[in-house]
């Protein structure tokens, strides 16, 4: 069993690194899948761009045993049913793990207009909670979500094996 993970600002890549060191298991980000052969067993971890696990069709001819959605929301969002199966991962174990982001200003490109649009569309919100607030901070600000803790479920469903 190997891990594989595809990350563009370094949050995913860190629990993928953390998950390696915790189990042993050796580590690959997707652009090095062609080093895997198609029988081993992958443990993907990518994160989410509205709802979408990125890379995860680089590897969904390989052996895929789990899946992680790294994201900036508290639990996976949209809610993991939706997750699961937007994602085409219907009977795959699925992992949220809380990523984080920089700060809105060092994105770069489609990303950052999309995550401008996003933080308008909350501070437009008449009801604007507590919640959306908090979001709009994190994503102005950026956030670090990463946690050893928040592996805790993934290495209880690797001990069970
Ligand atoms: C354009 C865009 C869309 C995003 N959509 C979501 C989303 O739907 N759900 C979520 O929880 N996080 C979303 N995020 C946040 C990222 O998934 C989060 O920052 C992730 O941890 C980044 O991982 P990375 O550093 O490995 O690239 C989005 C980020 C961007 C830039």
Known sequence: MVIVY??????TERYARMLSEKTGLKVFGVN???KISLDEEIIFLGWIKAGRIQGLNKVRK?????VCGSGTAKGPEPDAETMISANRIN???FFYLRGGCLPLKEIKGMDRILLSLFVK?????RDKDKEAEEYISIIENGFDGVREENLEPLLRWLGSR
Do not use: H, Q, V, W
């Not at 390989?62 to 789990?66: G, P, R, V």
């Open 6 to 11: 595809e990350s563009k600002t370094g949050f």
């Open 62 to 66: 390989y052996n895929l045993a789990a």
């Open 121 to 125: 569309i909350l501070k437009s919100r």
């Open 32 to 34: 090095e899948i062609s």
């Open 91 to 93: 009977g795959i174990p």
